[in-house]
C-alpha cells in the first residue's frame, strides 16, 4: 500500500468517527429533560430483622471471620467467636453500635464501604448480599443477642 493511500484510510476513518459522535451528541441534546425523572424514590416497603443471633449471625462469623479473629490470632485485638466479644469489638474501640449499621465499622467492612485494603473478609470474596442484609439488620435492629 502506497503511503497516499494509507493517509487517505486514515482521515476515512477520523471522518467517519467523527461523524457518528456528532450525531450522537446531536439525538442526546434534542431529547428534552424530563422533569418528572427523579434521582431516586422513596421506599415503599419495611425490611425488618426477624433473625436471631444465635443461629443467623454467629454462623456467618464462625464460617468467614473467627480463623483470623479469635483467641489466638484476633487481628486488631478483634474476636468474632462470640457475642461478647463481637460487641467488645478491638484494641481501638467498638465495632457495632447497636441501632446505627452506618456508625459500625463492621457492617461498613462487610458492605465493603471501608477502604478496599479493610473490606471482610480480608483477601477473601464478599460476602452474600443476603448475609451483608442480615448483618445490617440485626445492629439496626439493636444487636441483641437473643
Ligand atoms: C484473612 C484474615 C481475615 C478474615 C477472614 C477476616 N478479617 Fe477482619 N481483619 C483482618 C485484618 C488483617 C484486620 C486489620 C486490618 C487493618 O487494620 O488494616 C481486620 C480488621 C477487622 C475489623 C476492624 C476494622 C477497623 O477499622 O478497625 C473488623 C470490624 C473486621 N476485621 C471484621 C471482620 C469480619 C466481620 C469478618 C468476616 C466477614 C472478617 N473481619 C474476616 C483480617 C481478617
Same mark, same amino acid.
Given at each position: @500500500? ?14 467517519? +468517527? ?13 431529547? !428534552? *429533560? =424530563? ?8 421506599? #415503599?416497603?419495611?425490611?425488618?430483622? /426477624?433473625? =436471631? ?12 471471620? +473467627?480463623?483470623?479473629? =479469635?483467641?489466638? &490470632? !484476633? ?9 461478647? =466479644?463481637? @460487641? ?6 467498638? +465495632?457495632?453500635? !447497636?441501632?446505627? *449499621?452506618? *456508625?459500625? /465499622? ?6 465493603? #464501604? ?5 473490606? @471482610?473478609?480480608?483477601?477473601?470474596? &464478599? ?16 444487636? #441483641?443477642?437473643?
Amino acid at each position: @500500500m502506497k503511503r497516499g493511500q494509507l493517509s487517505t484510510i486514515v482521515l476515512g476513518l477520523v471522518l467517519a +468517527v467523527g461523524t457518528v459522535g456528532c450525531s450522537a451528541a446531536g439525538q442526546a441534546a434534542s431529547v !428534552p *429533560a =424530563n422533569p418528572s425523572v427523579q434521582a431516586d424514590v422513596s421506599l #415503599k416497603g419495611e425490611l425488618r430483622w /426477624t433473625g =436471631n443471633y444465635a443461629t443467623d449471625i454467629q454462623p456467618i462469623f464462625d464460617s468467614y471471620c +473467627v480463623q483470623c479473629h =479469635n483467641a489466638q &490470632r !484476633p487481628e486488631n485485638g478483634l474476636r468474632l467467636d462470640s457475642y461478647d =466479644n463481637v @460487641m467488645k469489638g478491638t484494641t481501638y474501640g467498638k +465495632v457495632v453500635v !447497636p441501632g446505627s *449499621a452506618p *456508625a459500625s /465499622t463492621l457492617a461498613q467492612v462487610v458492605q465493603g #464501604k471501608a477502604s478496599e485494603k479493610i473490606r @471482610m473478609p480480608h483477601q477473601g470474596p &464478599r460476602l452474600s448480599p443476603n448475609r451483608i442484609q442480615n448483618i445490617v439488620l440485626w445492629i439496626e435492629a439493636g444487636a #441483641k443477642q437473643d
